[in-house]
């Protein structure tokens, strides 16, 4: 008996396990067609989706990456425009301060000029004044003088001698030394 149970093991062993040859064949087709179905619609759609994703994915680093360059670029550019900008304000502030100065200059002497063109015209208005003082007071002396002479003589002089006497009074005070 074991010999014989050791032969039927040996025509099919699957029958003691209960599988029946047909019906693991077909279920290997089912399985073929199954796989193949997946294959074909479901796995190359999904890997060709996770490549575009992978692909997307590389083609963004690399944008972020061009990116991050502009940007550094761009603010390189921004730090030179903010120099050449910071130059140019100081270049106009010192012009500016030197034009300054230079009004300032200029309007220090105008001032002086015409300080000392007042002080001049102030002098030779003080010396008309002076002269002016001068003639009527030697206008006026000389008339208290010939006043004088004419109550000391006491006698009526006509306008000829008092003009003839004012005249000789005036000589003699224009004659006379002027002291300051």
Not at 50 to 59: F, G, I, L, S, T
Not at 69 to 81: H, I, V
Not at 111 to 138: F, H, P, S, Y
Request: with cysteine; aromatic share 4%; net charge neutral.
């Amino acid at each position: 008996m074991s010999t014989r149970f050791i032969l039927a093991a040996f025509e099919n062993p699957l029958l003691q396990f209960g599988v029946n040859g047909y019906d693991l064949v077909s279920q290997a087709i089912a399985f073929l067609i199954l796989a193949w179905i997946l294959n074909t619609f479901v796995f190359k759609t999904v890997m060709k989706t996770v490549a575009d994703r992978r692909r997307e994915a590389e083609e963004a680093a690399a944008n972020q990456e061009q990116i991050r360059r502009e940007l550094l670029a761009m603010e390189a550019a921004r730090q030179e425009m903010m120099h050449t900008t910071r130059e140019q304000a100081e270049r106009v502030i010192s012009a500016a301060k030197a034009s300054a100065a230079e009004l300032l200059n200029q309007e220090r002497n105008r001032c002086e000029l015409l300080g000392t063109e007042m002080l001049a015209k102030a002098r030779a208005d003080v010396l008309l004044d002076q002269a002016r003082i001068k003639t009527e007071l030697k206008t006026e002396i000389a008339t208290m003088v010939v006043n004088l002479t004419a109550k000391l003589v006491q006698t009526n002089l006509t306008a000829a001698d008092r003009e003839r006497l004012t005249q000789s009074a005036l000589h003699a005070i224009a004659a006379a030394p002027v002291q300051k």
